[in-house]
């Protein structure tokens, strides 16, 4: 199976700075079929479903403010939030669906410092 | 608008079964494969089981292979898990959820549904 690693397991972060959270695969998930990393990334507030963020590593699904941006491919990718806001307290989990099965990171906690 | 709403949770002593449902609105279900995904208790997220929009293929976590069961009811737009042999280690909220084309990621969830296995 495809090992997900999130860095770091938490984040302080202040009103209006960015925040960096990183997923590392242990093998590539970048597919030769589409060129495209087959990655995602998904927001869980408290009491809530995880919510889709990103796809294929840096497309923003509908709705999702653009504050929220994704980078990396092959093995090493990033979700960036560029300005954070209150709202945006949550776990943040990575995703491959390269392989079967797919898996998911171990997530990241994001406070407000 | 997607809505998933999962149902059939409970407490059971472990080596009990349950039966999950989800029932599906908003979307034209028999076109989209659907997923099981749970949480544990304060932990991340695993991947439990898929199925194919017919039905004719379905995929398991090895970590329940041979003790749960996927299917779905296409004519009544509902997803199913049949849980048996439960263990401790099951225990956790087990989310509905749709998949995006064939891909294997997930862009609807439902509020989820608690599964406790204790004695």
């Known amino acids: 199976d495809i090992v997900m690693t999130q860095s770091p397991d938490s984040l302080a972060v202040s009103l209006g700075e960015r925040a960096t959270i990183n997923c590392k695969s242990s093998?590539?998930?970048?597919?030769?079929?589409?060129?495209?990393?087959?990655l995602v990334w998904y927001q869980q507030k408290p009491g809530q479903p995880p919510k889709l963020l990103l796809y294929w590593a840096s497309t923003r699904e509908s709705g999702v403010p653009d504050r929220f941006s994704g980078s990396g491919s092959g093995t090493d990718f990033t979700l960036t939030i560029s300005s954070l806001q209150a709202e945006d307290v949550a776990v943040y989990y990575c995703?491959?669906?390269?392989?079967?099965?797919?898996?998911f990171g171990q997530g990241t906690k994001l406070e407000i410092k | 608008e997607v809505q998933l709403l999962e149902s059939g949770g409970g407490l059971v002593q472990p080596g009990g079964s349950l039966r999950l449902s989800c029932a599906a609105s908003?979307?034209?279900?028999?076109?989209?494969?659907m997923s099981w995904v749970r949480q544990a208790p304060g932990k991340g997220l695993e991947w439990v089981s898929a199925?194919?929009?017919?039905?004719?293929?379905?995929y398991y976590a090895d970590s329940v292979k041979g003790r749960f069961t996927i299917s779905r009811d296409n004519s009544n737009n509902t997803l199913y898990l049949q849980v048996n042999s439960l263990r401790v280690e099951d225990t956790a909220i087990y989310y509905c959820?749709?998949?995006?084309?064939?891909?294997?990621?997930?862009?609807?969830w439902g509020q989820g549904t608690l599964v406790t296995v204790s004695a």
């Open positions: 093998q590539s998930i970048l597919h030769s079929s589409n060129n495209k990393n087959w």
């Open positions: 995703q491959q669906y390269s392989a079967t099965p797919t898996t």
């Open positions: 959820t749709k998949e995006v084309s064939t891909y294997g990621y997930f862009d609807n």
């Open positions: 199925i194919s929009g017919s039905g004719g293929r379905t």
């Open positions: 908003g979307f034209t279900f028999n076109n989209y494969a």
